[in-house]
């Protein structure tokens, strides 16, 4: 999982660097991406141990 936001990260990158004017969109691609990701994926409030 972690190998392909590395690989995702290069293209970003590549394409960055051909078309400076794009990087505004990445931003915003990257950030409904990481919201997307905590609704998938919601941190736990609190731990509970499951012999208490």
Do not use: G
């Not at 999982?1 to 505004?24: C, G, H, I, Q, W």
């Amino acid at each position: 999982m972690r190998a392909s936001f590395y690989e995702l990260d290069r293209k970003e990158l590549a394409s960055v660097l051909e078309n400076p004017l794009r990087t505004r969109e990445l931003h915003i691609d990257r950030a409904k991406t990481s919201w997307a990701a905590l609704r998938l994926f919601p941190a736990p409030a609190k731990r509970v141990s499951p012999l208490a």
